[in-house]
T-cell receptor, first 111, second 116 residues
Framework: DQQVKQNSPSLSVQEGRISILNCDYT??????FLWYKKYPAEGPTFLIS?????DKNEDGRFTVFLNKSAKHLSLHIVPSQPGDSAVYFC??????????FGAGTILRVKS | GAGVSQTPSNKVTEKGKYVELRCDPI?????LYWYRQSLGQGPEFLIY????????DSGLPNDRFFAVRPEGSVSTLKIQRTERGDSAVYLC??????????????FGEGSRLTVL
């Protein structure tokens, strides 16, 4: 029972263009959503988050959009840079502590 | 170092053996988490400590898995009678906030366990 789904295993984008990573969830009790980024042989690092009371949160080149009615969120990276190449995990929380992660999307930014 | 430290970074063991994985969280962080990441999957929650006590151990797969945090800092994840299916990267994370937090966790690099 996958409560958080990232249906695209990988995404390839040209440097300077927009990267859009998608995430769907099924548990309507989730009220906090996060994106983590992971490089090989390193632990995941926090990127950006959004509370369910908002529909958009922006931090520099990174913007997260939340559509609660569709139970869908997305991460936009503009402009994409080669250093953004990593695995991106979507995560959700219902209790502020236990995070449920998606399987991840591998982003490759080509220069 | 300033980050979450996990040892060993790699552990190869034989089926049926006992394994201990250690996590040293960021100093002052009250919350500590263990996750397990299998190949091609995202991290899967195992257990969460608030101080010395396990606040939520609902993710531990069975009674072969146990974790402690006796002094509210370092934690040890213990796996008895290891099975090949236990092979994964075990991630530890800590958080500075007590009680409900915003979910931002600081992860270590993980301990890769291989059970032959």
């Amino acid at each position: 029972d996958q409560q958080v789904k990232q249906n695209s295993p990988s995404l390839s984008v040209q440097e300077g263009r927009i990267s859009i990573l998608n995430c769907d969830y099924t548990n309507s009790m989730f009220d906090y959503f996060l994106w983590y980024k992971k490089y090989p042989a390193e632990g995941p690092t926090f990127l950006i988050s959004i509370s369910s009371i908002k529909d958009k949160n922006e931090d520099g080149r990174f913007t997260v959009f939340l559509n609660k009615s569709a139970k869908h969120l997305s991460l936009h990276i503009v402009p994409s840079q080669p250093g953004d190449s990593a695995v991106y995990f979507c995560a959700a929380s219902a209790d502020g502590n236990k995070l449920v992660f998606g399987a991840g999307t591998i982003l490759r930014v080509k220069s | 170092g300033a980050g979450v430290s996990q040892t060993p970074s790699n552990k190869v063991t034989e089926k049926g053996k006992y394994v201990e994985l250690r996590c040293d969280p960021i100093s002052g962080h009250t919350a500590l988490y263990w996750y397990r990441q299998s190949l091609g999957q995202g991290p899967e929650f195992l257990i969460y400590f608030q101080g010395t006590g396990a606040a939520d151990d609902s993710g531990l797969p069975n009674d072969r898995f146990f974790a402690v945090r006796p002094e509210g800092s370092v934690s040890t994840l213990k796996i008895q009678r290891t099975e090949r299916g236990d092979s994964a990267v075990y991630l530890c994370a800590s958080s500075p906030l007590a009680g409900r937090n915003t979910g931002e966790l600081f992860f270590g690099e993980g301990s890769r366990l291989t059970v032959l």
